[in-house]
C-alpha cells in the first residue's frame, strides 16, 4: 500500500543482466530491474545512457545479446514488437510516432486493431457483425477521447495538429490496446508547463482509474520525483541507482552523474 | 447555401461512421449512380461505349486495385500490368480448359489467381522498400511479359484467342450497351467494397504501415501479414480487371496490351486522382485516359491532319507537360481538389 | 573454357555500358533524393541531338554543342519541374520525371526525327582477338565494346576526381549527406541540382553516344533506363562503385544466362533475368552491395 491508497502488486516485469550492443559500442551492460504490478516506475539517467534501448529491448524491438526478460512470470524467448502488444505492452515514443495521413480518431482506433476479430470478408461488406463491432471500439475510443479531452480534433488529421497534442493523441492510441505495461517514452519533452501539468494529470489518472502500470522516461526530474514510486538510474548503459525518489536523490552516484564530477 | 451540414445532427457514432455523412453527398452519388445506369444509355454512341466508357471503366477498376496498395499500403509497384494480365490469362485458361464455367465465376477465379501471384511478388516487401521495392516489381512485370508471350501453353498455342459470348446465367452480354452496364456494375460493386475495406481495421492497419511501419509494429500489427494483404487484394482488383479487359473491352488476349507502359498508366492514374482516395482513382482514371483522345481529336477538328508519328510524338509532349502542370499545381491529386471545394462550398459566401 | 571466358568478357564489356546508364540515375538520386526515370529519355535525347548536329558539323564541334544542349536541359528542368516541387514526398517527384520522359521522348522525335540514324564515331567494328597467348586462339572481342569500357573508365575517373577534389564536389557531398545541413551552411541547393542534373546530362551523352556507335541512334535507346534498373537495386541507389560493379555483374549474369540456361526455358529472357538476380540478392542483402547493415532506431 501507498500513501494514495493504491495496491502495489507482484512483480509484474523482471530484467535480468541484459546487454545490448551494436557492433562494438555497447548500450546497455548488465542491467537488470523489476517493475511491479500497478507501479509507475521511471526510468532515468543523462543522453545516451541507454534509456530508450531498454525500453526498445522490453517491447521486442531491440534483441538483447545476453540477459532474460520475465514477463507475467514466463521468460520470454525472442519476440517481435507486435507479439509484444499482443501480450499488453503498449507505448509511445520519444519523437511521435502517430500516422500522420490519418484523422485522430483513426489513430486512436488503430490501437484496437488487435481488438478486433471479425474477418476480412465481413469488413469489406461492412455490414450486420463488423459494422457493430465498429461501433462497439468506436465507444470505447470515444472514452479515451473525453478522458484526453480530445473532442475537438477528432476529425483532425494529425500530422497539422500542435506537438503537445499529438503527444496526447499518441498516448491515446497506447492506451485504446488497454494494455497491462504502458511504456512511456518522455513523455513531456518539449512541452510548456501547463501541457506537463495536463500529461502528468493523465498519467496518474490512467494508473489509478485502470490500473495500468507504467514504466516511464523523462529527463524532467521535478516530475519524476512527483510521480514515479521508484526509480532505476542508468549512466552508460549501466545501472548506477535504484530506489524510491528519495533514495535516488540523495544516492552521491546520481548526483555525480547529473552535476558531473572531476576525473 | 446548396452544400451545408447545419442542421443535420448525429445522434449516433453509426451515423457518424456512415460513408458520406452529409446528406447532400449522398443524393449526389444517387444522381451520379442515376446517370451512370439511366442518362448514359440514353444518349451514348457505340463508339461512346466501346472506345471510352468500358476501357476508362475497367482502368478505374485497376487504378483502385493500385490505390489500395500504393496509396493505402504505401508500396509502390510498377507490376500492375502484370498481374492484369495474369488475371486475364488465368480466366482465359479456365474458360477453355474447364467445360461449363460460368464467365463470371472465371473472371473472378482470375482475379484470385492473380492475388496469389501478387502475394507472391510481394514478398520481397518485408525486406526492402520505397523504390527498390518499385523496381523489384517491375522483375514481376517483365517476367509475366515473357511468361505469356514465350510459354506458349497459357495462350493455347494460338497467337490471338478471341473471347468467347459472354453470356452469364443465360443472360447474353453482347452489345455495347449491354456490356457496359456488366463493367459498370462489377466496378461499382468493387469499388463500395473497397472503400469499406479502408474504413475498417484493414484499412487502418494498411495505413498505419504506410505512415510508419515501426510504430505500426508495435501497437501489435504484423507487417508481413498486412504488406501480403494488401498485394493480394491489389492484385485481385488488377487481376479481375485485367480479365474484364479481355473478355469485354478487347474481346481477345494479347500479351502487349498488358506491357509496362500500362503499368505506368495506372500508375499516373492513382497519382493523379490522389493517394490514398477511391474517388480519386476513378477521377485519375477518366482524366488519363481522356487526355490521349482529346489530343488525337483537337488537330482533326481544326482541320489539321497531321502524321500518326508526329501526332504520337506531340501527344508524348502534350502529356508529360500536363502530368508535370499538375503535380506542380497540386500533387494530392483531384481528390484534394475535391476536397478543397468541397471546404469552400461549405463557407459559401464568405472566403475563409 | 576459352568460350565460356569469352562470354563472360563479352557480358562485362555490356555490363559497362549498363554502369554507364545506372551512373546517371546514382548522380541525381544522391544529390537530390530524386529517382529520375527520364535517364534513359535523356539518354536518348543526347544521342538523337549529337547524331542530327554532326550530319552538319563534326564530332569535335558537335560534342560540346551537345554539351551545352544539355546543361540547358538541366537549367530548364532544375526551375521549370523541381524547384516548384521542393519539398515533396518522393514519389512525387518520381512521377514528374516521368512526365519528363514523356515529354523528352516526344519532343526529341519532333524536333530531331524518329529514324534510325548510324552514329559513326571512326571506330572499326571489327572484332579483334586478345589474349592468344593464355587461350587456344585468343578471345573474340569487340573493339567497339573495349572503346566503350575505356570510355566509362575514364568518365568514372574523371567523376571521382570531380567530387573529391573541386569546392562543388564537396558542397554535392554535404547535399548528399544531409540537404537541411547542408543548406544551413550556406550551400546553394539549386544550384547543386542544376550542377548534378548537368552531370547526368553529360553521362548520358556518353551512354547515348556509345549505345548510338554499338546499336543506331534510335528510340529503343531510351528503354536502356530498364536495364539500369537492376544494377541500381544491386549497386545501391547512392554508391558509385555499386552502380559499376553492379553493372559488371547484371552484364556478366545476363550474358551467361542467355548463352547457358536460355535455351532451356525458352530464349528472350533477358528482360527479366536481371531483375530476377538482383532481386534474389536483395533478399539475402537488402542494404545492396555496398550499403551499411541498416540500424533501425525510434
Same mark, same amino acid.
Given at each position: ?115 478486433? &476479430? !471479425?474477418?476480412?470478408?465481413?469488413? /469489406? =461488406?461492412?455490414?450486420? *457483425? ?5 461501433? #462497439? ?29 499529438? &503527444? !496526447?493523441?499518441?498516448?491515446?492510441? /497506447? =492506451?485504446?490496446?488497454? *494494455? ?5 517514452? #518522455? ?77 | ?352 | ?298
Amino acid at each position: 500500500m501507498t500513501s494514495s491508497g493504491r495496491v502495489i502488486g507482484d512483480t509484474l516485469l523482471k530484467i535480468e543482466n541484459i546487454t545490448l550492443s551494436f557492433g562494438g559500442v555497447r548500450a546497455l551492460s548488465d542491467v537488470s530491474f523489476d517493475v511491479r504490478k500497478g507501479e509507475i516506475r521511471a526510468i532515468i539517467g543523462p543522453n545516451g545512457a541507454g534509456k530508450s534501448s531498454m525500453l526498445n529491448c522490453i517491447n521486442g524491438f531491440y534483441h538483447p545479446q545476453k540477459g532474460q526478460i520475465t514477463y507475467k512470470g514466463t521468460v520470454r524467448q525472442q519476440m517481435r514488437p507486435h507479439e509484444a502488444a499482443a501480450q499488453g505492452i503498449a507505448r509511445t515514443f520519444q519523437n511521435i510516432a502517430l500516422f500522420k495521413g490519418m484523422s485522430t480518431l483513426d489513430n486512436i482506433m488503430s490501437g484496437r486493431l488487435l481488438k478486433m &476479430k !471479425r474477418g476480412f470478408f465481413w469488413q /469489406a =461488406l461492412y455490414w450486420g *457483425p463488423a459494422e457493430r463491432e465498429e461501433l #462497439e471500439h468506436r465507444e470505447a475510443v470515444e472514452k479515451i477521447i473525453d478522458f484526453l479531452e480530445i473532442q475537438a480534433i477528432r476529425k483532425m488529421p494529425v500530422g497539422k495538429l500542435p506537438y503537445g497534442l499529438q &503527444k !496526447r493523441v499518441e498516448l491515446g492510441r /497506447a =492506451l485504446a490496446a488497454e *494494455p497491462d505495461l504502458l511504456l512511456l517514452d #518522455e513523455p513531456m519533452a518539449g512541452m510548456n508547463v501547463e501541457e506537463k501539468e495536463d500529461m502528468c494529470r493523465f498519467i496518474l489518472d490512467v494508473n489509478d482509474q485502470f490500473g495500468t502500470t507504467i514504466a516511464l522516461i523523462e529527463h524532467d526530474m521535478g516530475v519524476v520525483m512527483d510521480l514515479s514510486d521508484r526509480v532505476v538510474v542508468l549512466e552508460y548503459g549501466q545501472k548506477i541507482a535504484d530506489g524510491t525518489p528519495d533514495e535516488v536523490r540523495s544516492n552521491q552516484k546520481v548526483i555525480d552523474a547529473y552535476l558531473g564530477v572531476p576525473h | 447555401m446548396l452544400y451545408r451540414e447545419t442542421g443535420q445532427y448525429k445522434t449516433s457514432y453509426s451515423a457518424d461512421q456512415a460513408m458520406f455523412p452529409i446528406l447532400q453527398d449522398r443524393v449526389g452519388l444517387v444522381l451520379i449512380l442515376i446517370v451512370a445506369f439511366v442518362g448514359v444509355p440514353m444518349v451514348a454512341t457505340q463508339y461512346t461505349y466501346t472506345g471510352i466508357l468500358i476501357p476508362f471503366l475497367i482502368l478505374a477498376l485497376a487504378a483502385i486495385g493500385l490505390n489500395l496498395l500504393t496509396g493505402y499500403c504505401g508500396q509502390v509497384s510498377l507490376g500492375t500490368g502484370g498481374f492484369m494480365a495474369v488475371g486475364a490469362y488465368a480466366a482465359y485458361n479456365l474458360v477453355i480448359r474447364v467445360p461449363d464455367i460460368n464467365i463470371l465465376l472465371a473472371i473472378f477465379l482470375g482475379g484470385g489467381i492473380s492475388a496469389l501471384v501478387g502475394v507472391l511478388f510481394g514478398l520481397p516487401s518485408l525486406r526492402i522498400k520505397g523504390f527498390y521495392l518499385a523496381v523489384a516489381t517491375l522483375a514481376a512485370q517483365f517476367f509475366l511479359d515473357w511468361l505469356f508471350i514465350r510459354i506458349k501453353w497459357f495462350s493455347n498455342y494460338a497467337p490471338n484467342a478471341n473471347a468467347p459470348d459472354l453470356v452469364i446465367f443465360g443472360v447474353s452480354f453482347s452489345s455495347p450497351l449491354e456490356r457496359y452496364l456488366f463493367v459498370l456494375t462489377i466496378v461499382c460493386f468493387m469499388a463500395l467494397l473497397a472503400k469499406n475495406l479502408v474504413r475498417s481495421r484493414v484499412g487502418r492497419a494498411w495505413m498505419a504501415v504506410r505512415d510508419m511501419d515501426i510504430a505500426a509494429e508495435i501497437i501489435g500489427i504484423r507487417l508481413l501479414h498486412t504488406k501480403l494483404l494488401a498485394f493480394a487484394v491489389s492484385s485481385f482488383y488488377c487481376g479481375v480487371a485485367g480479365a474484364l479487359w479481355a473478355f469485354v473491352h478487347l474481346g481477345a488476349w494479347e500479351p502487349l496490351t498488358f506491357d509496362v507502359n500500362r503499368s505506368f498508366q495506372v500508375l499516373f492514374m492513382v497519382i493523379i486522382g490522389g493517394l490514398g482516395s477511391i474517388l480519386g482513382s476513378i477521377l485519375g482514371a477518366a482524366f488519363i485516359f481522356a487526355i490521349p483522345i482529346l489530343i488525337n481529336q483537337v488537330p482533326a477538328t481544326f482541320g489539321m491532319p497531321i502524321s500518326t508519328a508526329l501526332a504520337a510524338h506531340l501527344e508524348g509532349m502534350i502529356f508529360g507537360s500536363l502530368i508535370i502542370f499538375f503535380l506542380i499545381a497540386e500533387p494530392h491529386g483531384f481528390a484534394r481538389l475535391w476536397q478543397i471545394g468541397k471546404e469552400k462550398l461549405r463557407l459559401w459566401p464568405f472566403p475563409h | 573454357m576459352a568460350f565460356f571466358f569469352e562470354v563472360v568478357l563479352g557480358g562485362l564489356l555490356a555490363g559497362v555500358l549498363y554502369s554507364l546508364v545506372a551512373l546517371g540515375f546514382v548522380l541525381i538520386f544522391k544529390a537530390s533524393g530524386v529517382f529520375n526515370f527520364a535517364q534513359g529519355a535523356m539518354v536518348l535525347f543526347a544521342a538523337l541531338t549529337l547524331v542530327r548536329l554532326m550530319g552538319w558539323v563534326p564530332f569535335w564541334i558537335a560534342f560540346p554543342i551537345t554539351c551545352v544542349v544539355m546543361i540547358a536541359l538541366a537549367f530548364i528542368i532544375e526551375r521549370v519541374v523541381l524547384r516548384p516541387l521542393v519539398n515533396q514526398e518522393g514519389i512525387i517527384l518520381f512521377m514528374a520525371t516521368l512526365g519528363i520522359a514523356f515529354f523528352l521522348e516526344g519532343f526529341g522525335q519532333t524536333v530531331w526525327g524518329s529514324d534510325i540514324y548510324t552514329l559513326d564515331l571512326g571506330i572499326p567494328k571489327d572484332p579483334m582477338f586478345i589474349l592468344e597467348s593464355v587461350f587456344d586462339g585468343g578471345l573474340l572481342v569487340d573493339k567497339l565494346d573495349v572503346f566503350a569500357a575505356a570510355v566509362a573508365g575514364a568518365l568514372v575517373v574523371g567523376l571521382a576526381l570531380f567530387f573529391q577534389k573541386t569546392k562543388v564536389g564537396l558542397a554535392l557531398r554535404a547535399v548528399a549527406d544531409d540537404h537541411q545541413a547542408a543548406q544551413s551552411i550556406g550551400v546553394p541547393l539549386n544550384y547543386i541540382w542544376l550542377v548534378v542534373w548537368s552531370a547526368a546530362g553529360i553521362v548520358a551523352l556518353v551512354a547515348g553516344m556509345v549505345w548510338g556507335a554499338k546499336l543506331g541512334v534510335q528510340f529503343s535507346i531510351a528503354l536502356v533506363a530498364l536495364k539500369a534498373l537492376p544494377v541500381l537495386i544491386l549497386g545501391g541507389f547512392t554508391s558509385v562503385p555499386g552502380a559499376i560493379i553492379g553493372g559488371l555483374i547484371i552484364g556478366m549474369g545476363e550474358k551467361i544466362s542467355e548463352v547457358y540456361l536460355g535455351p532451356i526455358i525458352g530464349g528472350g529472357i533477358e528482360n527479366w533475368f536481371a531483375y530476377m538476380l538482383a532481386l534474389i540478392f536483395l533478399l539475402f542483402r537488402p542494404q545492396g552491395l555496398f550499403g551499411d547493415k541498416i540500424i533501425e532506431r525510434v
